[in-house]
T-cell receptor, first 118, second 111 residues
Framework: GAVVSQHPSRVICKSGTSVKIECRSLDFQATTMFWYRQFPKQSLMLMATSNEGSKATYEQGVEKDKFLINHASLTLSTLTVTSAHPEDSSFYIC??????????????FGEGSWLTVV | QKEVEQDPGPLSVPEGAIVSLNCTYSNSAFQYFMWYRQYSRKGPELLMYTYSSGNKEDGRFTAQVDKSSKYISLFIRDSQPSDSATYLCAATTSGTYKYIFGTGTRLKVLA
């Protein structure tokens, strides 16, 4: 099946610094990638949709300048949390879909990245 | 009202039991319905997906969609301790990959 890799899996950073999380599709070209955020015991909340070569589309309430998304290639999207604060501490998950039809209208998720801002 | 509602549990069952996990949704435009399993501190893993109404079976798992009542279910037969995880339902409309997730139900299968 499709594989989506996320890095780093865990990161701790100081308040005010920026953190970059990478999302890679390992065996397919991902025309669209999605970034989610999940707080403990809560559902996945879509933050933004990222299409290769174009600007990301952000969901309502998500700060574009704080959560910078770049999808420069068909296999890589990055999420940069700028000037991170403790309230940004969360589990960030990416997912990806490609041109090939795997098994219907589905996307595949990365392993997630735990961000702790101290 | 959330677009996809799911009882967060936790749900505890003995090993070998049949587990029934359920979600309701409000958007009648939803056409695709997915079930994901998420172990603690891991990304979601796709278990099943169905299109429109009907049943789909895969091994010990059966997904069921009733569009008339906007109700989706996942049944797990012969449950195992390794099935202990959070199960998330998700739905999306045709032509889009913008998934709307339920909050997830925590399942614990006791040995």
């Amino acid at each position: 099946g499709a594989v989506v890799s996320q890095h780093p899996s865990r990161v701790i950073c100081k308040s005010g610094t920026s953190v970059k999380i990478e999302c890679r599709s390992l065996d397919f070209q991902a025309t669209t990638m999605f970034w989610y955020r999940q707080f403990p015991k809560q559902s996945l909340m879509l933050m933004a949709t990222s299409n290769e070569g174009s600007k990301a589309t952000y969901e309502q309430g998500v700060e574009k300048d704080k959560f910078l998304i770049n999808h420069a290639s068909l296999t890589l999207s990055t999420l940069t949390v700028t000037s991170a604060h403790p309230e940004d501490s969360s589990f960030y998950i990416c997912s990806a879909r490609g041109n090939r039809v795997f098994s219907g209208n589905t996307i595949y998720f990365g392993e997630g990245s735990w961000l702790t801002v101290v | 009202q959330k677009e996809v509602e799911q009882d967060p549990g936790p749900l505890s069952v003995p090993e070998g039991a049949i587990v029934s996990l359920n979600c309701t949704y409000s958007n009648s435009a939803f056409q695709y319905f997915m079930w994901y399993r998420q172990y603690s501190r891991k990304g979601p893993e796709l278990l099943m997906y169905t299109y429109s109404s009907g049943n789909k079976e895969d091994g010990r798992f059966t997904a069921q969609v009733d569009k008339s009542s906007k109700y989706i279910s996942l049944f797990i037969r012969d449950s195992q301790p390794s099935d202990s995880a959070t199960y998330l339902c998700a739905a999306t409309t045709s032509g889009t990959y913008k998934y709307i997730f339920g909050t997830g139900t925590r399942l614990k299968v006791l040995a």
